[in-house]
């Protein structure tokens, strides 16, 4: 299983708390981050982070081609919805991806929780089967 953290600017500091109040559940999987937001992470946490391109550079693009090749079963995106982003197609594009391709993707931190707790208990491991079922077809 693995997870896919990103936060935009005025989420980072609330993408910090939640990594430090769950790093021991996010320890047990492997993690990829946009560029900044995994920096901040790692600086704050000892979770091992696969940190991609800043996302306003082709991070959140990176992360959809990761959901595209079943490569990501859970993503995170904290998103400030006050502010515009230069690159809000991209971010449209990779929820879109995550929707086709069925990867549950939390948008704040109300839903973040949710998703962590019900992977620690096991409730994302339909992704394995899902996943194995596509690589026979
Ligand atoms: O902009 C982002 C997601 O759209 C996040 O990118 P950074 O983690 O590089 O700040």
């Not at 896919?4 to 981050?33: P, Q, R, S």
């Amino acid at each position: 299983m693995n997870i896919a953290l990103i936060a935009h600017d005025e989420m980072k500091n609330t993408m910090v708390g939640f990594c430090i109040g769950y790093e021991e559940i996010l320890k047990k999987y492997k993690v990829y981050a946009t560029g900044t937001t995994g920096k901040i992470i790692m600086d704050a946490t000892d979770i091992n982070i696969t940190r991609l391109a800043s996302g306003p550079l082709g991070g959140d693009q990176q992360i959809g081609s990761l959901v595209v090749s079943q490569d990501i079963d859970l993503v995170i995106f904290l998103r400030d919805p006050l502010t515009s982003q230069a690159h809000e197609p991209d971010i449209q594009a990779l929820i879109r991806l995550c929707d086709v391709y069925h990867v549950p993707v939390a948008t704040n931190l109300a839903s973040a929780e949710i998703f962590i707790k019900a992977l620690d208990r096991g409730e994302l491991s339909w992704r394995e089967v899902r996943k194995t079922k596509s690589q026979r077809v």
